[in-house]
C-alpha cells in the first residue's frame, strides 16, 4: 500500500475536454509537489503547494491543496495533447523529511 | 546550464554481471537522489545524500545494490550481481535541500537478460 495513493491510475480523453486527478493519503504533508513526465524523461516540477486549502493556477492546469493537508487534486480545462504524460505527487510527511511519490496518473488526450 | 547527467542511457546485461550506473548532479545542489521507476512499483526511492554522506537508504532492495558519492560532483549506484528483476528505468535527481524540488536526470534503462 502507498502512502499517497493517486487516481485514476489511467485516463484517455479526447482534446477539449476535462480531466481531474486525485492524490490522497491519511497522512499530513508539509507541502506536496505535483510532477509531469513524458515519455523517455524524467519528472519536471509543475507546482509546489504548502497551505491547507491552496488554490494554484498554471495556465490551464488548477492545483488544490486539501484543508486539513491530506489530499490534493490537479485539474486541467480543455486538455490539449501536449498534456498528455504521467502526473505524479509527491509529498512531504514532516518539515525537512524526504519526499514520497504517489503511483502516477497517466494521461493520454486524444487529437 | 547542464541538467543532471545521467550515463548509460540504456544498458542491456546478462545476469550475473555488475551494472553501474552513474550520475553528476547540478552544480550546487546539497541532495542526491537515486530512483527506481517500473510499471508494477511506480516511483520508488532508493538513497539519498546529503552533502555526499548517505542519509537514508531504507529502499535499497538488497545488498547486491549499493551508491556512492565520492565528492559533490558524481555519484554511482551499483548493482552486484544483477538479476532480471532489477530491470527497470534509474533516475538520479539532485535537488537544493532534500524537500525541494527535484531535478532530474533522463534515467539509465536498464534491461537485465
Known sequence: TQLLEQSPQFLSIQEGENLTVYCNSSSVFSSLQWYRQEPGEGPVLLVTVVTGGEVKKLKRLTFQFGDARKDSSLHITAAQPGDTGLYLCAGEEAAGNKLTFGGGTRVLVKP | ?????????????????????????????NSLFWYRQTMMRGLELLIYFNNNVPIDDSGMPEDRF??????ASFSTLKIQPSEPRDSAVYFCASSITNTGELFFGEGSRLTVL
Do not use: F, W, Y
Not at chain 2, 546550464?1 to 550546487?28: F, N, W, Y
Not at chain 2, 549499493?66 to 565528492?71: I, Q
Open chain 2, 1 to 29: 546550464d547542464a541538467g543532471v547527467i545521467q550515463s548509460p542511457r540504456h544498458e542491456v546485461t546478462e545476469m550475473g554481471q555488475e551494472v553501474t550506473l552513474r550520475c553528476k548532479p547540478i552544480s550546487g545542489h
Open chain 2, 66 to 71: 549499493s551508491a556512492k558519492m565520492p565528492n
